[in-house]
């Protein structure tokens, strides 16, 4: 697993050793980051400077490489504290950590974020395990803790053969499916 593009393009990252995680592949993280910034006619973001939080994070693949892109600052939220570890490795051998917050929480019932969350977030990725409708409860949370930013991208990766209901608040932009991922991406507007 390594960074896809930006300042730290190849940068080899840590993965998980005797945990489960399923992080992102580095050809579908490249596909969804094509997507992004080439393939989305509605939304005017931009990864530059962006706040990013990257919920059910595992290695922290998909925050890193916004950073990597030029996002300002990334949060991380997982419920598993070897995720997290895994993450902040990521990070200090990216020597970024002083642009990431981590948050060892349940994302499906989230509070209001800190102060050092930089949040309201224009950019938010959700990648939840699959087949256990958790990225709906987690989507709803952000949106109702004031997690996201009005006009903020929302990525969320389910299961192929996975339905995702959202709130009137959210439309979809676009949807794709790689093999056994799909991935939906999700304009809010407040």
């Known amino acids: 697993m390594r960074i896809v593009a930006g300042r730290f393009k190849g940068q080899r990252l840590h993965a998980s050793s005797g945990i489960e995680i399923r992080p992102t592949p580095d050809r579908v993280r490249e596909a969804i980051f094509n997507v992004i910034l080439h393939g989305l006619k509605n939304w005017k973001g931009s990864l530059n400077h962006a706040f990013v939080i990257d919920v059910f994070a595992g290695t922290g693949s998909l925050g890193l490489e916004t950073l990597s892109r030029g996002a300002a600052h990334a ?8 995720s997290l570890a895994i993450t902040k490795k990521n ?31 224009s950019l938010a990725f959700l990648d939840a395990p699959y087949n256990m409708k958790l990225s709906e409860p987690a989507l709803a949370d952000l949106e109702c803790r004031g997690w996201l930013a009005n006009n903020a991208l929302v990525v ?15 439309s979809t932009l676009e949807e794709r499916t790689y093999g ?9 507007h407040a």
């Open 75 to 82: 949060t991380f939220i997982d419920n598993s504290s070897a």
């Open 91 to 121: 990070a200090e051998k990216l020597d970024v950590w002083q642009n990431i917050t981590l948050l060892n929480l349940d994302a499906t019932q989230l509070s209001p974020p800190p102060l050092s969350a930089k949040a309201p977030c």
């Open 156 to 170: 969320i990766e389910i299961a192929a053969k996975e339905n995702l209901s959202f709130s009137s608040n959210f």
């Open 180 to 188: 056994a991922t799909k991935v939906v991406f999700l304009h809010y």
